[in-house]
Every structure is written in C-alpha cells, then in structure tokens.
C-alpha cells in the first residue's frame, strides 16, 4: 500500500490549492478515504473524509470552503482548497479506510502573503 | 462534535516501564477508538484500531483496552524506540476527532 500526496506549496490567503493522493497497492475504489492536516508543531486535525461511493463529510472549520473528490480510474483523491486562511498552514495527509491504517507522508501548505 | 481529552500531555519513563496513556470521550464512542503513533518527522502510524486490535506488525508489547467513554493505550515494556507522540482518534461519529496526544519521553 503507497499513498504519495502532491500539490502544496506557498499561496496567498484568498487564493486556491489543489493537492492530490496518489493511491497503489490496493483496490481504491473498495476504500473510504481521509483528509488530516497538522498544522506545524501542532496535532492532528480531521479535514475530511470521501467513502468508497463518493458520500462526504467535512470539518466545520472546512466546510464550504474545501471539497474532497476521487477518482477511481485514476486511482486518485483531491482536496480543492478555496478561500485559503492563514491557519490553513499545515502538512496536508491522506490516509485510507475508516480506520486510518494506511498514510502518506504529507504535503505542506503555506498559506501566506 | 465529541471532545477527546488525553492524559497526561507529557510523560517520563524508563525503558523496561509499564506506561499507560489514557484517552477520554466526551460521549460514548462505542470502542470507535483507534491509537497513532508519531515519531518526529515522520507520518502517523496506526497501532491499535478499534479499541483493542493490533495493526498488522506492531510489537505485541502495545495493547489497548476500554469503553464507554475511557480508553487506554499500555506498553507493556517501554523500549527507546517507543519514543514519539500519541494520539488517540474517535471513528463512531462525525466528525471524527482526534486528541491533543501524549508526547512520550524516555528518564
């Protein structure tokens, strides 16, 4: 099982963000998947969560503002991240399932002007 | 949304320590509990899902037990290697949270 996030980087407050996970190794399209962030020196924070028949949930902290979509042909997760934030700085991770067996290693984003 | 509060934030011990961590629910999360480990620098590890079952290749010296609302993370023998932060993370109600975690030392 590999999940390798891609898409951070430095954006302004306002602007937009599209990060991907890659998934391999197992059947994406049988799994649920997550969206956690962790702010820098900071724990863990639920952003998201798509299951395997594209229902979703978000935080209320997110909610309006990011989406969360797959796509099973390509063995692909996405967060779109709009009206970025300044506390919206964080390593964004993907894990599988609803238990979170399985994570990246994270993409960072800095949101700042 | 339900609240997980871990105790202690920081804890000292020796290798070869029995070590308890413990993990609190605002509500009752019908064992929807699932303990990470985090090593500095590194991605989350999932060690024990729903409550008491040990992920596939974690060392037997890691057990999880609880219910209701109170749930615990021992290490049987602390070895150096166990040194990282904890988190507990509810799984039984949307949206799923996570604790503050317990940042584990070595005396």
């Known amino acids: 099982v590999q999940l390798v996030e891609s898409g951070g980087g430095l954006v302004q407050p306002g602007k937009s963000l599209k990060l991907s996970c890659s998934a391999s190794?197992?059947?994406?399209?049988?799994?649920?998947m997550h969206w956690i962030r962790q702010a820098p020196g900071k724990g863990l924070d639920w952003v998201a969560y798509?299951?395997?028949?594209?229902?979703?949930v978000y935080a209320d902290a997110v909610k309006g503002r990011f989406t969360i979509s797959r796509d099973n042909a390509k063995n692909t997760l996405y967060l779109q991240l709009n009206s970025l934030k300044s506390e919206d700085t964080a390593i964004y991770y993907c894990?599988?399932?609803?238990?979170?067996?399985?994570w990246g290693q994270g993409t960072l984003v800095t949101v700042s002007s | 949304d339900i609240q997980m509060t871990q105790s202690p934030s920081v804890l000292s011990a020796s290798v070869g320590d029995r070590v308890t961590l413990n993990c609190k629910a605002s509500?009752?999360?019908?064992?929807?509990l699932n303990w990470y480990q985090q090593k500095l620098g590194e991605a989350p590890k999932l060690l024990i899902y729903?409550?008491?079952n040990l992920q596939t290749g974690i060392p037997s010296r890691f057990s999880g037990s609880g219910s209701g609302t109170d749930y615990t993370l021992t290490i049987s023998s602390l070895q150096p290697e166990d040194v990282a932060t904890y988190f507990c993370?509810?799984?039984?109600?949307?949206?799923?949270?996570f604790g503050a975690g317990t940042k584990l030392e070595l005396k």
């Open positions: 894990a599988r399932g609803t238990t979170g067996a399985y």
């Open positions: 729903n409550t008491n």
């Open positions: 509500q009752n999360i019908n064992k929807y």
């Open positions: 993370f509810q799984h039984n109600s949307w949206p799923d949270t």
């Open positions: 798509i299951s395997s028949s594209s229902g979703t």
């Open positions: 190794g197992f059947t994406f399209s049988s799994y649920g």
